[in-house]
């Protein structure tokens, strides 16, 4: 009897916890928090980034995909009131769909970036000056669906300073820095490559009941290995260039060498 109980038990909690995450999965999501394709992007962000400055806002661009559950669940997050009072007040807002890591790619070079390196990508940009302020936490994320609501409310009402930025007379960490954006650009375009091979694989995953195959998994495994490390391995190089400069250590930065691809053997 109790272990017919205990069973019991077990049934209603997992039956609860699926229901719990189907509901999660269809709460109602705002018009301007959805990811859909448009042809006009550019020109968004360019009439948000002058409606911030204009309002004394920051610029907040989103990059996601509807395929992807952590962009759906910032969607998710971004539309109950609370969020959503948060980014009227404080931010002009613009949601970029990546399709299946198809595009994007014009809209993330506008803001000074190289690439996108996940999903959702969420940057916060200071509008006068096109300035970057929440680099460190862009990879934290990428996993939006996992983190309470609690945080977004704390995260998104705080302020951000501007980053410190070189000047002239730094010559030795200026050329430190100038070695990591070119190392930088050398994984942004093998990612890129990376992103077109994977395409249609994703989009057969996603869209058909036989695109779970080994050549995917493997393949979307590699990827996100990579597109994952290089984030935190800049901010490491940009912290040893930092410390180098400080300590007239003009040594080389130890640039970190990534695997090849299965399709580069």
């Not at 959702?120 to 996993?143: C, E, F, G, R, Y």
Request: proline residues 4%; contains cysteine.
């Amino acid at each position: 009897m109790i272990r017919k109980s205990v069973i019991f038990l077990v049934m209603i909690l997992g039956a609860c916890f699926i229901n719990s995450a189907l509901a999660a999965d269809t709460m109602p999501v705002l018009p301007e928090y959805q990811f859909v394709p448009s042809k006009t992007v550019l020109q968004d962000m360019n009439d948000k980034r002058n409606a911030a400055i204009l309002k004394n806002k920051r610029l907040l661009v989103v990059f996601g995909a509807q395929w992807c559950h952590d962009s759906r669940g910032l969607s998710q997050r971004f539309s109950t009131p609370k969020m959503h009072a948060i980014l009227q007040q404080q931010y002009e807002t613009v949601f970029v769909d990546v399709g299946y890591f198809s595009t994007g790619f014009e809209a993330i070079k506008q803001l000074n970036q190289t690439i996108f390196y996940g999903t959702p990508t969420v940057l916060i940009i200071d509008p006068k000056t096109n300035t970057l302020l929440n680099q460190a936490s862009i990879m934290h994320w990428t996993n939006a669906d996992s983190l309470e609501l609690a945080e977004y409310h704390d995260y998104f009402s705080q302020d951000f300073a501007l980053p410190f930025k070189a000047g002239m007379g730094d010559t030795a960490l200026l050329a430190y820095l100038e070695k990591i954006r070119q190392f930088e650009n050398r994984q942004a375009t093998r990612l890129y490559r990376a992103y077109q091979i994977i395409e249609p694989l994703l989009k057969r995953y996603e869209e058909t009941d036989n695109g779970s195959t080994d050549e995917f998994k493997h393949i979307w495994g590699e990827v996100k290995s990579y597109r994952t490390a290089i984030p935190s391995d800049i901010a490491k190089l940009i912290d040893e260039a930092k410390i180098k400069s400080t300590q007239g250590d003009t040594t080389a930065l130890a640039f970190p060498q990534y695997p090849a691809f299965s399709w580069e053997e």
